[in-house]
Nanobody, 123 residues
Framework: QARLEESGGGLVQAGGSLRLSCAAF???????????MAWYRQAPGKQRELVAE???????NYADSVKGRFTMSRDNTKNTMYLQMNNLKPEDTAIYYC??????????????WGQGTQVDVSS
Protein backbone atom coordinates (compact mmCIF):
# COMPACT_ATOMS: atom_id res chain seq x y z
CA GLN A 1 0.00 0.00 0.00
CA ALA A 2 1.03 3.57 -0.60
CA ARG A 3 -0.46 6.97 -0.24
CA LEU A 4 -0.10 10.22 -2.13
CA GLU A 5 0.10 13.51 -0.26
CA GLU A 6 -0.52 16.74 -2.12
CA SER A 7 0.34 20.27 -1.19
CA GLY A 8 0.68 23.70 -2.73
CA GLY A 9 -2.87 24.73 -3.55
CA GLY A 10 -4.32 28.09 -2.61
CA LEU A 11 -5.84 31.33 -3.79
CA VAL A 12 -4.07 33.37 -6.43
CA GLN A 13 -4.96 36.23 -8.75
CA ALA A 14 -5.20 35.68 -12.47
CA GLY A 15 -1.76 35.74 -14.01
CA GLY A 16 -0.17 34.37 -10.89
CA SER A 17 1.62 31.09 -10.24
CA LEU A 18 1.36 28.11 -7.96
CA ARG A 19 3.40 24.95 -7.58
CA LEU A 20 1.70 21.74 -6.58
CA SER A 21 3.58 18.82 -5.08
CA CYS A 22 2.55 15.19 -4.72
CA ALA A 23 4.71 12.86 -2.66
CA ALA A 24 4.32 9.09 -2.63
CA PHE A 25 4.82 7.21 0.62
CA UNK A 26 5.03 3.46 1.03
CA UNK A 27 4.17 1.62 4.22
CA UNK A 28 7.79 0.73 4.79
CA UNK A 29 9.72 3.05 2.50
CA UNK A 30 10.05 0.27 -0.06
CA UNK A 31 9.02 2.10 -3.19
CA UNK A 32 11.03 0.94 -6.19
CA UNK A 33 9.71 3.40 -8.74
CA UNK A 34 6.67 5.32 -9.84
CA UNK A 35 5.84 4.24 -13.36
CA UNK A 36 2.93 6.49 -14.22
CA MET A 37 2.19 9.90 -12.80
CA ALA A 38 -0.61 12.26 -13.62
CA TRP A 39 -2.39 15.39 -12.49
CA TYR A 40 -6.13 15.70 -12.89
CA ARG A 41 -8.53 18.44 -11.92
CA GLN A 42 -12.22 18.71 -11.25
CA ALA A 43 -14.08 21.98 -11.37
CA PRO A 44 -17.51 22.39 -9.73
CA GLY A 45 -20.19 20.71 -11.79
CA LYS A 46 -17.68 19.24 -14.24
CA GLN A 47 -16.07 15.87 -14.76
CA ARG A 48 -12.53 15.18 -13.65
CA GLU A 49 -10.12 15.86 -16.49
CA LEU A 50 -6.52 15.01 -17.21
CA VAL A 51 -4.17 17.97 -16.92
CA ALA A 52 -0.73 16.42 -17.41
CA GLU A 53 0.91 12.99 -17.28
CA UNK A 54 4.28 11.30 -17.41
CA UNK A 55 4.23 7.67 -18.51
CA UNK A 56 7.26 5.36 -18.36
CA UNK A 57 9.75 8.19 -18.21
CA UNK A 58 8.60 9.81 -21.44
CA UNK A 59 8.17 13.54 -21.85
CA UNK A 60 5.05 14.96 -20.19
CA ASN A 61 1.78 15.20 -22.07
CA TYR A 62 -0.47 18.18 -21.41
CA ALA A 63 -4.08 19.07 -21.96
CA ASP A 64 -4.43 21.69 -24.68
CA SER A 65 -5.91 24.12 -22.16
CA VAL A 66 -2.69 24.23 -20.10
CA LYS A 67 0.02 23.83 -22.74
CA GLY A 68 2.63 26.54 -22.47
CA ARG A 69 1.48 27.48 -18.95
CA PHE A 70 1.85 24.33 -16.84
CA THR A 71 4.96 22.20 -16.42
CA MET A 72 4.98 18.75 -14.88
CA SER A 73 8.17 17.32 -13.44
CA ARG A 74 9.33 14.60 -11.08
CA ASP A 75 12.06 13.98 -8.55
CA ASN A 76 12.68 10.25 -8.38
CA THR A 77 14.92 10.60 -5.33
CA LYS A 78 11.99 12.01 -3.38
CA ASN A 79 9.22 9.98 -5.05
CA THR A 80 7.57 13.30 -5.76
CA MET A 81 5.88 14.89 -8.75
CA TYR A 82 5.28 18.57 -9.28
CA LEU A 83 2.98 20.77 -11.30
CA GLN A 84 4.24 24.28 -11.89
CA MET A 85 1.31 26.44 -12.94
CA ASN A 86 2.02 29.84 -14.45
CA ASN A 87 -0.23 32.50 -15.92
CA LEU A 88 -3.18 31.05 -14.07
CA LYS A 89 -6.67 31.82 -15.31
CA PRO A 90 -10.02 31.78 -13.48
CA GLU A 91 -10.97 28.71 -15.50
CA ASP A 92 -8.10 26.84 -13.85
CA THR A 93 -10.05 26.94 -10.59
CA ALA A 94 -10.60 23.35 -9.48
CA ILE A 95 -9.57 20.65 -7.08
CA TYR A 96 -6.33 19.17 -8.36
CA TYR A 97 -5.60 15.49 -7.80
CA CYS A 98 -2.47 13.50 -8.38
CA UNK A 99 -2.58 9.91 -9.55
CA UNK A 100 0.25 7.42 -9.61
CA UNK A 101 1.12 3.80 -10.29
CA UNK A 102 3.68 2.79 -7.67
CA UNK A 103 5.87 -0.31 -7.79
CA UNK A 104 7.50 -1.80 -4.70
CA UNK A 105 10.64 -3.88 -4.30
CA UNK A 106 8.54 -6.95 -3.43
CA UNK A 107 7.05 -6.75 -6.96
CA UNK A 108 3.66 -5.57 -5.74
CA UNK A 109 2.07 -2.39 -7.05
CA UNK A 110 -0.47 0.20 -6.05
CA UNK A 111 -2.48 2.63 -8.16
CA UNK A 112 -4.30 5.43 -6.43
CA TRP A 113 -5.19 9.06 -5.88
CA GLY A 114 -4.14 11.87 -3.64
CA GLN A 115 -6.68 13.64 -1.46
CA GLY A 116 -6.86 16.68 -3.72
CA THR A 117 -5.77 20.26 -3.24
CA GLN A 118 -7.93 23.30 -3.99
CA VAL A 119 -6.75 25.91 -6.47
CA ASP A 120 -8.73 29.13 -6.72
CA VAL A 121 -7.89 31.78 -9.29
CA SER A 122 -9.58 35.14 -8.92
CA SER A 123 -10.15 37.49 -11.82
Amino acid sequence: QARLEESGGGLVQAGGSLRLSCAAFGTSENIRNIEEMAWYRQAPGKQRELVAEIVSGAAPNYADSVKGRFTMSRDNTKNTMYLQMNNLKPEDTAIYYCNALVFFWDSSSWHGWGQGTQVDVSS
